[in-house]
């Protein structure tokens, strides 16, 4: 069994209740579970770029600093990447899941 010290563990209620706080209660669109499905996501991804951007003072540097830097998914390739796969069910997918993740992306760079 592994034992792990309850303020290491990364929560959505350690995000809420630290100096983020203020970012959650003033959007509660884009952080509550009554608007979106995925808040909890949303909520950590801003706690963990604050902690990141503390550098070596966080609680969680070495963590965030062996995290990859490289993603390699489907809905970030280009379209003739995606067409070369020769599968117009996944090329569909991927247009649309790229469309998602770039509106997302718009309204979450819009809370900076």
């Not at 070596?56 to 490289?70: A, Q, T």
């Not at 995606?82 to 718009?106: G, M, Q, T």
């Amino acid at each position: 069994m592994v034992k792990i010290p309850r303020d290491l563990l990364l929560t959505t209620k350690k995000a809420y209740f630290s100096e983020a706080k203020h970012i959650f209660q003033e959007n509660p669109k884009f952080f509550s579970p009554y608007h979106t499905g995925s808040w909890e996501d949303r909520m950590l991804l801003v706690y963990l770029l604050i902690e990141h951007k503390k550098g070596e003072k966080s609680l969680y540097y070495h963590l965030l600093e062996n995290l990859p830097r490289d993603l390699d998914y489907v809905v970030f390739w280009d379209d003739e990447k995606i067409k070369s796969l020769d599968d117009p069910v996944l090329f569909k997918l991927a247009k649309h899941h790229r469309k998602e993740y770039n509106e997302e992306e718009a309204e979450f760079l819009a809370l900076a």
